[in-house]
């Protein structure tokens, strides 16, 4: 593969410098050097179209362009790299940007498709070959496809066009790194890329400017839900007329109470976020939010409960929304929903607001979130304001010829939204860890859906922080959905929140979906003083766990990996290593034990 990041450092025939690539890695304390080596292929296919054909085509500088023109209106284009590829039984795995990671040991025909990449990166060791990948064109009209056929594994992207044109070229960079090298490293690679660029600036630069970012990542984040109408609701197309009734958790009285108890608790860091404090609760009239919900106590209540917060030494944000729409909302107007290439609303789920609809990023930033957000700011709410939605999926294109928007100049509208966050309440968190919305993310609520400690598929060995060993130290973040309330979880969800780095995120009230519950079904209310008690009592174990930990969301994770079977470290750029014992039985790490189904810092 033509670009090579060689551990030697001398000069070779035919060697090309990238010297922002050579200082950054050196930052790291990598010695490596970007280096060009002999040519490699990679088989090109197109499904439908004019176009249809399959060819071999050579990397360029480690770059593959795929012209939009050679493709034309195609159902797909699959990449398929020659040197990505691995026999059953070999050493080695790959790892996909999900964290999944699998060797290379299934002796049956089999195959796992990655829909969209949080991050468009992949990787791949083979006993030949240990290379990195990054996705610069079409990064968010792809998936990632791992098969199994006949004794040989092949790594391979396919990208999805449905007979229409491609927005751009398909752009695929490919960079080998030293053969000892691993995922830590592959994911060194594509942040310190990120950074090289300017798409994203670490934590311990941006809290010059924002000081609500620091004290943020010192806080366990704690989220309250107050109201919400049924979900699934059992009317879709709602009206002011025949929307269902709204349930009151946790009026800003209660909420009140809550907070106090934490401080007198001895909880020292937290940031609260209401959810549901808006118009008929929580996902109940979007995109309308104000007034502020008169059942909950009005504007007049929410006031003193933030100022009171404050008071109290705590941050205080709300959860807001600029993605979803719903009939019922007083401004609803066909006009700034989605519309695919046919002039269809762009339709989604049914939540508590009915049926939802997909709101045109270009006008959620003109018609709302550019006044809306001020005004938020202006009830008094400070820190890492979050919005619901924005980065738990790729950007969402419109063709609707009054805001036709690409999926790049949607993610540009969505960093508007973000940065105005910023800009009035200090902060910004979205949902999840899709990346081309990191540039102005603080926080991303979780990162994975899956099961700690579980084999999300056949040919999936085990899950691995990659998104963590990128992001560390520049997004705070909360690992996996399960974590949500961790401490009155299992040993096994507590420990991964610990192996992953995250930020302990608690949920008020995060049972309120008849049905799947993503979060899990521990739940934590707030319904009598008793549920009150523990639901403190909860908080308080994780902010005390948190306090030995938090001081590693300002470095960079630069290490993971196993120290036997069940128990594993992860390594920081400030030399703290943290060894988590999944097992039964202690483990002696550098002469000191780690106990059973628990955790050391080093």
């Known amino acids: 593969m033509p670009w090579r990041i060689d551990g030697g450092g001398r000069k070779e025939k035919g060697v090309v410098r990238e010297r922002r690539c050579h200082r950054a890695l050196v930052a790291l304390g990598m010695l490596f050097v970007c280096a060009l080596a002999q040519a490699e292929s990679v088989r090109v296919t197109v499904s439908g179209g004019p ?9 360029v500088n480690g770059e593959l362009v795929v ?24 050493a080695g795995h790959f790892v996909l940007p999900n964290g999944f990671l699998g ?4 002796a049956t025909n089999a195959e796992y498709a990655l829909g969209k990449s949080m991050m468009p990166m992949f990787g791949m060791k083979t006993p030949r070959t240990t290379f990195v990948a990054f996705v610069d064109g079409m990064p968010w009209d792809y998936r990632t496809i791992v098969r199994v056929r006949d004794g040989v594994y092949s790594l391979v992207l396919r990208f999805g066009l449905g007979r229409r044109q491609a927005e751009e070229d398909i752009r695929i960079t490919f960079v080998t790194l030293p053969q000892d090298a691993d995922y830590p490293q592959m994911a060194a690679a594509y942040r310190e890329r990120r950074l090289a660029r300017g798409d994203v600036r670490p934590i311990v630069a941006r809290m010059k400017e924002q000081p609500d970012l620091a004290y943020a990542a010192r806080a366990v984040e704690v989220r309250i839900r107050q109201a919400w109408k049924p979900a699934p609701p059992p009317i879709e197309e709602q009206s002011v007329s025949n929307e269902p009734p709204m349930k009151v958790a946790v009026p800003f009285s209660r909420a009140g109470e ?4 934490c401080r007198e608790a001895g909880v020292n860091a937290a940031e609260f976020c209401l959810v549901g404090w808006n118009r008929k609760g929580h996902d109940g009239r979007y995109p ?10 009005g504007e007049t209540e929410l006031r003193k409960l933030i100022a009171e917060t404050q008071r109290l030494g705590y941050r205080m944000v709300c959860h807001n929304n600029h993605s979803d729409c719903y009939r019922v909302a007083a401004c609803w107007d066909d006009e700034f929903v989605i519309k695919d290439a046919k002039g269809n609303l762009s339709r989604n789920a049914c939540w508590s607001g009915g049926r939802m609809y997909n709101l045109c990023p270009r006008r959620a930033w003109e018609l709302f979130a550019s006044r809306d957000l001020s005004r938020i700011a202006d009830l008094g709410f400070r820190g890492l304001h979050y919005i619901d939605v924005l980065s738990i999926t790729g950007p969402r294109a419109c063709f609707d010829p009054r805001h036709a928007l690409t999926k790049r100049e949607a993610a540009r509208y969505v960093d508007l939204i ?25 926080y991303a609520l979780y990162i994975s859906y899956s099961k700690p400690g579980t084999r999300p598929h056949p040919l999936v060995d085990r899950i691995v922080p990659l998104w963590q060993l990128v992001y560390n130290g520049i997004i705070l973040s909360g690992p996996f959905t399960a974590c949500t309330n961790y401490t009155i979880k299992d040993r096994e969800t507590q420990l991964a929140l610990v192996e992953f780095g995250g930020r302990p995120m608690f949920y008020i009230h995060s049972a309120f979906v008849t049905g799947f519950q993503w979060m899990g079904t521990a739940d934590l209310t707030l319904d009598s003083p008793e549920h009150l008690a523990a639901a403190v009592a909860a908080v308080k174990r994780g902010a005390d766990e948190y306090a030995q930990l938090s001081d590693l969301q300002f470095v960079y994770m630069t290490d993971h990996r196993l120290l036997a079977p069940g128990v594993t470290l992860t390594g920081y750029a400030n030399g ?4 988590v ?22």
């Not at 014992?581 to 080093?602: C, D, I």
């Open 288 to 297: 309308q939010i104000f007034p502020v919900e008169p059942e909950l106590g």
């Open 418 to 442: 973000q940065r105005e966050a910023r800009r009035t309440m200090g902060g910004c968190g979205s949902e999840g860890g899709f990346d081309f919305a990191a540039g102005s993310l603080d």
């Open 258 to 261: 809550f907070v106090r108890a």
């Open 581 to 602: 014992n999944h097992t039964e039985s202690p483990f002696l790490y550098r002469g000191q034990k780690v106990p059973a189904t628990s955790w050391r810092r080093f």
């Open 576 to 579: 703290a290593e943290v060894v």
């Open 103 to 106: 060797t290379f040991s299934c």
């Open 51 to 59: 176009g249809a054909s399959t060819r071999h085509q050579d990397l």
């Open 67 to 90: 012209s939009a023109a050679s493709v034309g209106a195609a159902d797909w284009v699959e990449v398929a790299p020659d040197f990505a590829t691995a026999r059953v039984g070999e």
